[in-house]
């Protein structure tokens, strides 16, 4: 059996399409566009390519972008006074603060400091919370975009096993959350593993769908899959790649030629959920806009 191919390349096309209609009519409406802001700190090369893709994307669809570039050795101080004054802009609708940043500034308090209703990312402790108890709110993207493509693929999570591997505040809890709402399209019994899961392969192995997002490079093998299930693969890594003319590779945290012969569908690195996380930024900061201008029939999505 080879597994059908999830393609989140062409799923987020489907959404820029809707956006793009919607988009041009808001800027006609209230005479400007959705706004963007995202604050980089540092010299990421991973982050400098997701934000350089954002803002790519946002000037094809008409929205607004700000690009906030500060140096590696920023301080708290300096991050925070950003932070503020963009929940203050008027024009900007949505506030990205890119992750990782740097050891001196302190994550949680520079996320609690974005306006909740500016927070497209998701990340703000009370729109965590409205997540969890399943009340209208940014979702994250990452997972978003997950929950979106199991939807759109027909793969819907209701009353199955999902099994999640890795545990993070911004992939593994949040999709947790997500599919086991009860509401359309989510209602599936979620088992959350990670790195101190004893008998591991024996969990995943129960999996009907097997989400991946653990940061570690083709870490899900073939053994570790049961026949028929849908891998979700939600890692970019980068390994050498002397063949290549940039020296490396991007490889997701599942061995995808092994595990595409036991799955009945998987989603592949690049082109998989990668492209969907920006649609959903996208889909959030539009989202912002017609709430913050009061519009009734607001993009809804989920
Ligand atoms: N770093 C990796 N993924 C993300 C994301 O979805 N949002 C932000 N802000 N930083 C990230």
């Known amino acids: 059996m080879s597994a059908e191919i999830i393609s989140g390349k062409e799923i987020s096309d489907q959404i820029y399409s809707l956006l793009a209609g919607r988009i041009e009519n808001l800027t006609q409406k209230f005479g400007r566009p959705p706004g963007l802001a995202v604050v980089l700190v540092g010299d990421n090369p991973a982050s400098q390519v997701y934000v350089r893709m954002k803002t790519k994307k946002c000037a094809e669809l008409g929205v607004f972008s700000e690009e906030i570039r500060l140096n590696a050795d920023a301080s708290h101080a300096e991050v925070m006074r950003h932070v503020q004054e963009l929940n203050q802009r008027t024009d900007i609708d949505g506030i990205l603060v890119q992750l990782p940043l740097p050891v001196q500034c302190n994550e949680p308090e520079i996320l609690n400091a974005i306006a909740p209703e500016k927070d497209v990312d998701g990340f703000h402790p009370v729109n965590v919370g409205n997540m969890l108890i399943g009340e209208p709110t940014f979702l994250p993207c990452t997972p978003y975009g997950v929950w979106y493509m199991l939807k759109a693929s027909g793969h819907s999570p209701e009353g199955k096993h999902v099994v999640i591997v890795g545990r993070s505040n911004i992939v593994g809890k949040p999709i947790f959350a997500i599919l086991c709402q009860k509401r359309a399209y989510a209602n599936a019994t ?8 004893a008998n591991l392969p024996e969990i995943t192995r129960q999996a009907d769908i097997l989400i991946a997002a653990i940061g570690s490079p083709e870490f899900v093998k073939k053994n570790m899959v049961k026949p028929g299930a849908v891998v979700i693969d939600v890692g970019i890594n ?13 490889v997701g945290d599942v061995d995808f030629d092994e595990v595409r012969e036991v799955a009945s569908a998987i989603t592949p ?34």
């Open 269 to 302: 690195v690049p082109g998989g959920v990668g492209p969907m996380t920006i649609a959903m930024l996208l889909c959030n900061t539009v989202y912002s806009f017609e709430r913050r201008n009061n519009v009734n029939d607001h993009l809804r999505i989920l």
């Open 190 to 197: 979620v088992t959350m593993c990670h790195s101190r899961t």
């Open 238 to 250: 980068r390994v050498d790649d002397p063949s290549s003319q940039r020296g490396y590779k991007l």
